[in-house]
């Protein structure tokens, strides 16, 4: 038997995992002396009431290892098997606890995967492997499968504002007074398990035409794509990009994925993203 281990990053809801059996490890957000579990003791729409609200940037921490280990201990008995989809270890300290934890269970079958990649498109990974188990799928397929799909990986998105990319340590000063000052919307790419910028545009409008263009350009046209829209409080434009997708495009209207407050502590408010897979080369 397999068990597939995943984490809030996925931007899966609590509640879909509880539904489908996949067992979930939360995010905890820090707010001064007050720490949160981001799976149901703070969700997105009352993290960012606090975040529009505070003075300081909150703070994030990836689950430890003790947090694994019940997981470890109940799934991986009896010569089970457990596959950890974790989100990119350059942005995420969860690879680490989930690697560490893994240790304390020597000979269990427990597998940990960076996926390079973090939001829906980890979600879509997270997803398609479990429906993979559900279909009897062995272990050793399953890692390189999902290893393959996450390698096909792209993703795209436009803040609303560089001040918590700043706050945040994401980028300098500098870049921050020019952009503030330029009104320059970048768009920026996931590569390779890092944030990359790609280009700027002078309005969020033009950068939500060029989101369209990237995925008319890029993305297959049939389900295999797992095209999905991300977003932190945005979900109207949200959906109005999702409706204009399948329109211009043809494809399926994009599912649309409420980014998690440990997305939103680095993104802020007003994010907007499209996560896709290509065809294998």
């Known amino acids: 038997m397999i068990t597939i281990i995943a984490d809030t990053i996925s931007s899966i809801p609590p509640s879909r995992a509880v539904e489908l059996g996949i067992p ?12 949160f579990k981001d799976d149901y ?65 020597p000979g269990r ?29 062995d272990a050793d397929t399953l890692v390189a499968k999902v290893k393959a799909m996450a390698s096909r990986q792209r993703v795209y998105f436009i803040v609303d504002t560089l001040e918590y990319l700043y706050k945040g340590g994401r980028i300098g000063g500098a870049k921050m007074l020019m952009g503030s000052l330029l009104q320059v919307k970048p768009i920026l790419q996931l590569t390779d398990g890092h944030i990359e910028p790609l280009e700027n545009q002078r309005t ?42 399948s329109t211009e495009t043809g494809m399926p209207r994009p599912e649309i994925f409420n980014l998690p407050p440990a997305i939103l502590v680095h993104a802020g408010p007003g994010v907007i993203a499209v996560s896709f897979f290509v065809k294998p080369d």
């Not at 939360?26 to 707010?31: D, T």
């Not at 939001?119 to 799928?137: C, D, P, T």
């Not at 969020?204 to 350009?217: G, N, S």
């Open 109 to 137: 079958d427990i597998r940990v995967i960076d996926t390079r990649t973090v939001g829906s498109g980890l979600g879509s990974i997270v997803l398609q492997a479990h429906q993979w188990v559900k279909e009897g799928m």
């Open 204 to 245: 969020k409008r033009r950068a939500i035409a060029r989101l369209k263009e990237l995925v008319a350009a890029e993305c297959p046209r049939d389900n295999s794509a797992c095209l999905t829209i991300m977003h932190g409080d945005a979900l109207d434009e949200a959906n109005a990009i999702a409706a204009e997708i």
């Open 41 to 105: 003791e703070i969700d997105t729409e009352t993290f960012i009431k606090r975040l529009r609200a505070s003075a300081e940037l909150p703070k994030t921490a990836a689950p430890s290892p003790a947090m694994y280990a019940p997981f470890y201990e109940k799934y991986s008995a009896d010569g089970n098997t457990v596959v950890v989809i974790a989100p990119s270890g350059d942005v995420s300290g969860t690879l680490r606890g989930a690697t560490v934890g893994a240790e304390d269970f």
């Open 24 to 35: 979930y490890v939360p995010q905890i957000i820090i707010f001064g002396s007050e720490s």
